[in-house]
């Protein structure tokens, strides 16, 4: 092989390399260096691969903060209700470290005027660590550092199947940047689904205390009220989506009622400490979680309950106060037990049994 071969060969890979860098920086489908081109749209339909990116490089002034059953929204029900330019920040678990993290990227970039925070039961018992690498997610896009960005310039997925896609979706597709990572297409949301999907547990566990998770409580707890100290000229928007009652009748049956109940209620005297910080409680709206029409699962609900949420809060529906967040529990605790001693009856002959439970 020829000294002359080898160097134009070397030269070829060289400009070829150079030109995948090139290619990728320019229409950059992550948006890891700068919001899209101009006459191209926001895609955004792969968190873990684009909310940092988005996060860091678009142009916005609030933040809904949420697991997935927060990418429903349509951002112009918060862009018009609240008079603000919004933009998502998803991880699907939802835990309160995870999202804190996505929020000291907007914090970072942005001056916030709200953070529309969907605060899940279960973010309260969450391991208060991040775990987008203990889940695969693409780390070379979470930090700052440029040189391992190389796994995302020469990426062949990214340069034959994402920038084709950006591209299609802006110039010739339907897609609405509002719908940013909304997955409800396609989608049914009925009775049949959510009784389809759960697998109840025949027995029912010992109640367990209710201070049971009090350490990890706490600890979750100070993760997000250090934000909410950190920003005071931010409004914090926190809410609790409505689960189905076949949730309710699941963590009785694990023996959490009490303690979640504690646990929340809690975090309600907590939070509404702080003056930027509003609450809204929707766990015990009986007319939405009795109605199982509303569901695909024991957790997600039809983006007909996003936009509900949404206006409910522009509306000031559901708000809790220091003075009332004792009977928001109570009545809830009430319904909770009427779900399982009542409301769910009807519906055993349908509800499919684990029979693999010890």
Partial sequence: MSKKFLKNFFISSSILLLACVFFVVFFDPFFQYHKPLKGLKEVLTDKEYQCVGSLKTFDYDSVVAGSS?????YNDWFNIGFDCKVIKAIRSYGATADLCFLLDIAFEHQDLKYVFYNLD?????ADPETTYELTGCPMYLYDNNYINDVEYWLNKGVIMEKIPYLIANSLIGDYDENNSYNWAQWKEFNSDMILGLYIRKPSVSIMKPEDYYEDVLQENLNLLTSRIKSHPDTVFYVFVPP????????????GDTEAYLYNM???MKELLSYDNVKFYYFQNDREVITDLENYMDILHFSPDI???????????????????YKENISKMKSLSYEIVEEL????EDRIKVDIYDN
């Fill in 69 to 73: 059953v927060a990418e429903n929204y």
């Fill in 121 to 125: 039961p279960s973010a309260l018992v």
């Fill in 243 to 254: 689960y189905s009652m076949l949730w309710w009748d699941n963590i009785y049956r694990e």
């Fill in 265 to 267: 209620e809690q975090a």
């Fill in 306 to 324: 996003n936009h509900y949420i949404c206006d409910s809060m522009i509306k000031g529906d559901h708000q809790v106060d220091k003075n009332n």
């Fill in 344 to 347: 769910v009856k009807p519906y």
